[in-house]
């Protein structure tokens, strides 16, 4: 690569003739600026004179002759008449192999201790869609330290999956367990939305110092402008496509896309969109897709997804929830009621689907694992009537067997935090669920042997 290369490439992207505007109305979070000729994404100052430094702004739409600018930082002290000034024609970020192990805004910027990136390039944060026929089948698993995950609903590298959970079900420490304990060359984390407490207790509490050194996190909490949080996600899939780029397996974790999808309103309904499905505009269902599928496997490299999306109340008729099991490969649902009973993590596993689970695994581990799949649903219809003794042993082969094992499979599918310690070995996991099933044979021909009796 030329040491000119940053620069070269930056020529490519910045306005050419100094273009500006001046501010004619705030409306709500928006402003519109007169004779500013700018396309929709361009990034634009905007001088307050009230400060050292202008507030950045991108263009998100017109009105009439006007143009609709909204900032990236707060708008007290802007005022009528302030002059906004064309920077790019296009929101781009640095991105380099010195992200790895950094804390990151919005902006892409360092927010930690570790000094500015050395050997970074600039590259688009909306780049074009890859050519389907230019991804490879996923035939390769990805272990991901959770056996419930690795052991019946197994992923594979290049898949996009969602964890869809109501808040408090120990989402956060499940992906920051999985990011941590990964086999993924490195991890990418984006967390939009988040409460400034939860940032700082993930990095320490879930992903911990060793997981840090192998990711790198971008954060916008749900205090910030909604284009901040949007441009985090946006910033964070950028990263993951660069070291997809590099040959490396990226595990790309997002929490949380129904935060994503909230900042996308504010920002549609500030651009003058129509409100459409429970008060979101269109523009969120055309960029959910878009930014789901930019994960995936290619020629040189995988990036897999794994998307936190909050179902408010358990509600599964929820629309941005619908919107992206339509479009993930699979989705892995917590359930209120196992962690209620204190069953972590909290994966109801006869609910939750990988659409590649017999693609990346053998035949023993295929047969095991739908038979793991085939007991935990015969107990959980006789459930009721276990637990208030109405059940009569005897009155069902399988179901008799369920209850006798059931035991045994929730402590494979439990777990921990502590449990695991370095990268996660998928063969291990097989070993442990194919011991469980020649067990479960044991019991199996033992309940026989005394119905015969």
């Known amino acids: 690569m030329s040491v000119l290369a940053p620069q070269l490439d930056l020529l490519d992207h910045i306005v050419p003739i100094g273009l500006s505007g001046t501010v004619t109305e705030v409306r709500g979070l928006a402003l519109r600026v007169a004779d500013l000729p700018l396309p929709i994404g361009a990034t634009v100052t905007i001088d307050t004179g009230r400060s050292e430094s202008a507030l950045p702004g991108e263009v998100i739409g017109f009105d009439r002759e006007q143009t609709v600018v909204m900032p990236l930082g707060v708008m007290a002290g802007v005022s009528r008449g302030d002059r906004v000034t064309a920077k790019r024609h296009e929101p781009l970020v640095r991105v380099g192999p010195s992200l790895r192990g950094r804390i990151l805004n919005g902006l892409g910027q360092p927010i930690d201790d570790g000094g500015p990136l050395d050997d970074a390039v600039l590259r688009p944060l909306s780049p074009p869609p890859i050519d389907p026929l230019n991804r490879p089948l996923i035939n390769e698993p990805l272990a991901t330290g959770v056996r419930a995950v690795d ?40 967390l939009v939305g988040e409460r400034g407490r939860e940032v700082r207790d993930f990095i320490d509490n879930h992903l911990g110092e060793d997981g840090l050194q192998h990711s790198v996190v971008v954060c916008a909490t749900g205090d910030e402008p909604a284009l901040m949080r949007i441009r985090a996600a946006l910033v964070a899939a950028t990263i993951a496509e660069f070291f997809r780029d590099q040959g490396d397996d990226v595990l790309f974790i997002m929490d949380s896309v ?25 523009s969120v269902f055309a960029m959910l897709p878009t930014l789901l599928e930019r994960s995936g496997r290619t020629n040189t490299g995988s990036i897999t997804g794994l998307y936190a999306v909050l179902v408010e109340g358990d509600e599964v008729t929820d629309p941005i929830a619908d919107t992206a099991r339509g479009v993930l490969d699979g989705h892995i649902q917590l359930s209120r009621d196992l962690a209620e009973r204190g069953h972590w993590p909290a994966i109801d596993v006869t609910t939750s689907i990988s659409r590649v689970a017999d693609d990346v695994i053998d035949g023993d581990h295929r047969g095991a694992r739908l038979r793991a799949l085939r007991l935990l649903a015969a107990y959980k219809q006789v459930e009721d009537l276990v637990n208030i003794g109405a059940y009569a042993a005897g009155s069902n082969a399988e179901t008799d067997l369920a ?20 990268k996660a070995d998928f063969d291990i996991t097989r070993r442990q669920l194919l011991a469980l099933m020649q067990s479960i044979d044991a019991a199996q021909a033992e309940l026989a042997a005394q119905q015969t009796t």
């Open 403 to 422: 209850i006798a094992v059931k035991p045994a499979i929730d402590r494979l599918l439990q777990q921990g935090r502590g449990e695991v310690t370095g």
């Open 258 to 282: 129904t935060r994503f999808c909230q900042a996308q309103r504010q920002v549609g309904l500030a651009a003058g969109e129509p409100p459409a499905t429970k008060g979101y505009p269109p």
């Open 151 to 190: 052991a019946v609903v197994p992923l594979g590298r290049g898949q996009r999956v969602g964890v869809f959970a109501s808040p408090g079900l120990g989402k956060s420490t499940l992906l920051g367990t999985m990011s941590r304990h990964t086999e993924a060359d490195i991890s990418v984390i984006a």
